[in-house]
């Protein structure tokens, strides 16, 4: 089904997604979904027969993991991008073959689904990149169907610390966050989600952290999250933020490298991400 409108496509503009849509990307959303599967899809089943939309689904990344805890249900994988939805068909297809996924080319801020459509709706990495929260989530909540669920998990680049400890690096993700409110989304989004979920009309809305801690003794998340997801989606926004003056190549080079130094054997890393679930009322 291909429902795009004018209005979706200048919403992917508008969002200014400052990561990019290159391969390179689609790998590190990848890794980093599969690296972290246990921490924030734990907690994360939907019983045989419901209706699941995932909007937003991007290349893929989440769908498979989704798909995996949840075998009986019947999901709707939903993203603005046309690219993105193809490489996320072809992600499924290859690693949950026989997987229920029906594609859908849309715009989340006008959803192509009649009222009270979906049991549940997931929802991840995606709000940080919108410059309107709220709106997206009343959309949802409107094709969620009375007592159905919200799941929402995004990350907050606040939450990032690391030895060694290095001013060019905290520079450095600083200037991504700058980048990132500067196309209309918000890299710090992850401890506003209670308040936005409640402005958006849910109840009984619970929001927990899922924080990432990596170390020598945890070489797994030292390969998949510090080396293999973060540093390169900071690294990712160095031309960008020399361009707009934040900063010069030596400095930002500089920082990088610190960055890299927190993997090394004397190097920690801290992340949190934060995973909310709430409910549509029974009452509009």
Do not use: N
């Amino acid at each position: 089904m291909d429902t795009t409108t004018k209005a979706g496509t200048e919403q992917r503009r508008a969002a200014g997604y400052v990561h990019g849509y290159s391969t390179g990307e689609a790998r590190r959303l990848g890794e980093q979904a599969d690296t972290l599967a246990a921490l924030l899809h734990a907690g994360t089943r939907y019983p045989a027969g419901s209706r699941v939309l995932e909007a937003g689904c991007g290349v893929g990344a989440q769908t498979v993991h989704l798909v995996a805890a949840s075998p009986g249900a019947q999901f709707v994988a939903l993203d603005v991008s046309a690219d993105s939805l193809a490489r996320a068909r072809s992600r499924v297809a290859a690693q949950a073959p026989g997987a229920r996924v029906e594609w859908v080319h849309g715009d989340l801020f006008r959803l192509p689904f009649p009222d009270d459509s979906f049991d549940h709706v997931f929802v991840c990495f995606v709000l940080e990149h919108l410059a309107d929260p709220v709106r997206a989530l009343r959309e949802v909540r409107r094709v969620l169907r009375p007592a159905g669920t919200m799941t929402v998990i995004e990350g907050d680049h606040g939450s990032a610390f690391f030895h060694p400890d290095s001013a060019h690096a905290r520079a450095a993700i600083g200037h991504q966050v700058r980048l990132q409110a500067a196309a209309g989304g918000d890299a710090l989004l992850g401890r506003r989600l209670h308040p936005l979920l409640t402005r958006a009309g849910y109840a009984d809305v619970s929001v927990a952290p899922r924080t990432v801690y990596a170390d020598p003794s945890r070489p797994d998340l030292v390969a998949g999250f510090t080396r293999g997801t973060f540093i390169p989606m900071i690294e990712s926004a160095g031309d960008q933020a020399v361009a707009a003056g934040l900063t010069t190549p030596a400095d930002w080079a500089r920082g990088i490298a610190d960055l890299r130094r927190t993997a090394g054997q004397d190097g920690t890393f801290h992340y949190t991400f934060f995973k909310a679930v709430a409910m549509r009322p029974d009452r509009p």
